[in-house]
């Protein structure tokens, strides 16, 4: 009777932690949840001042100022480009943990996407003097049906890094097709390469988690908000594939990441594609 007694007793009590447990994780989500939402709309309010902000200061900009009153519109510019773009990350990630990024499905060409992408990074590049490379490998299909928006934001957040941490050499994008699934879907894997600072070997299943930089110090020299690989592997991951990284340091970094796509039509890269 009373090892009956006992059991009963423990059977209890084990309910009871279970149902606080589930009740502690529901409550973690909904807080989890309400704190994306509230960044969300956090984020939309900063911003709609912010580029009334920026539009006046480039009004001011466009008239008669001494060299002085220039420098400083120029400097109060930066800042607020960069609160922008901070704003803009924090606004994509708290939108893509929430789960309410949704994804475009149109039908869009591969090199258009690749070119666009790349002519951003053009000037940085060439300041620094590094050669930016792009290929598509023959066979690749390139009219495909996907997020174009998304996946060109996915390859200017590698390339911005991959450019901002070299500070000689080359930046190569490579993509080629790497598998066909049995629906029809496409699967394909962007390499981006750089002969850069590289990263050290603790930090590289880190540098994808949000605000991580490997030098605390990035910041300050480097820019950047420490949001632009936690929103790429997210978005990777929506879109189908899964983003990864090999470094040394010193010698560069190569990130890679994949994506799948639905058959636009049945036309292929038939030459490399190639141009830097
Ligand atoms: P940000 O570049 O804005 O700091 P990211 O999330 O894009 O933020 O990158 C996080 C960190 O990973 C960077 O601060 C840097 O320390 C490291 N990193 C990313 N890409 C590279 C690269 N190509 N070479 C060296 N370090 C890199």
Redesign the pocket.
């Known amino acids: 009777n009373y090892m009956a007694e006992n059991i009963d007793t423990k059977t209890e009590t084990l309910y009871f932690a279970n149902k606080a447990l589930t009740e502690a994780r529901d409550a973690a989500l909904e807080a989890s949840l309400a704190k994306s939402q509230f960044l969300a709309n956090m984020s939309h309010e900063i911003r709609t001042p912010l580029n009334v902000i920026l539009g006046m200061g480039e009004l001011l900009a466009e008239t008669q100022l001494t060299p002085e009153q220039e420098k400083h519109v120029r400097i109060s510019a930066a800042a607020g480009e960069n609160l922008l773009n901070l704003i803009n990350d924090i606004l994509d990630l708290s939108k893509v943990e929430a789960g309410q990024l949704p994804l475009e499905r149109t039908r869009f060409s591969l090199p258009e996407v690749i070119e666009k992408s790349c002519e951003l990074l053009l000037i940085k590049s060439q300041v620094k003097s590094i050669r930016l490379t792009q290929s598509i490998a023959p066979g690749t299909p390139v009219n495909l049906i996907g997020d174009p928006v998304r996946l060109r934001q996915v390859i200017i ?1 590698l390339l911005d ?2 450019v ?2 070299t500070d000689t050499g080359e930046v190569a994008l490579e993509i080629r097709q790497t598998g066909t699934r049995e629906d029809g879907l496409v699967e394909l894997l962007f390499t981006v390469r ?1 002969t ?4 050290p070997q603790d930090m590289l299943e880190h ?1 994808f988690e949000r605000f ?4 605390s110090s ?2 300050r020299r ?1 820019g ?7 929103i790429s592997r997210h978005l990777t991951e929506l879109m189908g594939g899964r983003i990864w990284v090999e470094s040394t340091v010193e010698k560069g ?1 190569s ?1 890679y990441f994949t994506v799948l796509f639905g058959p636009g039509d049945s036309q292929c890269a038939a030459t490399s594609l190639e141009s830097g």
């Open positions: 957040n890094n991959a901002k941490f750089d850069g600072i590289g990263i540098i991580t930089q490997v030098d990035n910041t480097y950047g908000t420490g949001l632009g690989l936690a970094s990130f």
